[in-house]
């Protein structure tokens, strides 16, 4: 069946814009993640939603990162007034639900640059 | 805090040699260990390890779990070109309410012809 999907595969943007990224996940997927990885290292949590709630929003650097998921199936993250330290692959992953948060699948992921 | 460490961090070899990749770590409760391959941006999963001793193979690919000492090895025999990725390694959460995965940098395997 069809994996997770993100777009766009790759945002370029200029310091102080907003941008929004999108992840679909697996059908029948109740958990979705955020990460964000840098240059050079590991992906980093930002946020995941069991629903459409955020069950844990800890990993967001600021309160210019938003991420919402209305109705339990596509996730939106929001990046308000965008600063060059913001650049990095976005991915996103999705699990049956948080009792299968070992096995989580990942999409292709965001490439955002900000100049 | 739960924390993972991958050595080397980068690694160049020729096609056919066999490598060895590490990964070390810190977790108040473990679960499972898991390995993945990162080419271009989507990791996609190799291996989850929960036991100690008890090797997981996949074709070239094999791994293993020292639950005593912390660590966990991914080897790849005869290598190929298109073996070249990042490897990460991660542990599930281990706190109560807690599910996001904590990754170590990953190693960055460049396999040359």
């Known amino acids: 069946g069809a994996g997770v999907s993100q777009t766009p595969s790759n945002k370029v943007t200029e310091k102080g814009k907003y941008v929004e990224l999108r992840c679909d996940p697996i059908?029948?997927?109740?958990?979705l993640y955020w990460y964000r990885q840098s240059l050079g290292q590991g992906p980093e949590f930002l946020i995941y939603?069991?629903?459409?709630?955020?069950?844990?929003d800890s990993g967001l650097p600021n309160d210019r990162f938003f991420a919402v998921r209305p109705e339990g199936s596509v996730s939106t993250l929001k990046i308000q007034r965008t600063e060059r330290g913001d650049s990095a692959v976005y991915l996103c992953?999705?699990?049956?639900?948080?009792?299968?948060?070992?096995?989580?699948?990942f999409g292709p992921g965001t490439r955002l640059t900000v100049t | 805090e739960d924390k993972v460490v991958q050595s080397p961090l980068s690694l160049v070899v020729h096609e056919g040699d066999t490598v060895t990749l590490n990964c070390s770590y810190e977790?108040?409760?473990?679960?499972?260990l898991l390995w993945y391959k990162q080419e271009k941006k989507a990791p996609t999963f190799l291996f989850m390890l929960?036991?100690?001793?008890i090797e997981k193979k996949s074709g070239r690919l094999s791994s293993i779990l020292d639950k005593k000492e912390l660590f966990s090895i991914l080897n790849i025999t005869a290598t190929q070109t298109g073996d070249s990725a990042i490897y990460l390694c991660?542990?599930?959460?281990?706190?109560?309410?807690?599910?996001?995965?904590?990754f170590g940098k990953g190693t960055k395997l460049s396999v040359i012809p």
């Open positions: 992953a999705s699990s049956l639900g948080t009792a299968y948060s070992y096995e989580q699948y």
């Open positions: 059908s029948g997927h109740t958990a």
């Open positions: 939603f069991q629903g459409t709630g955020a069950a844990d």
């Open positions: 977790v108040t409760n473990f679960r499972s």
């Open positions: 929960t036991s100690s001793g």
């Open positions: 991660a542990v599930p959460p281990s706190g109560a309410g807690s599910y996001q995965l904590t």
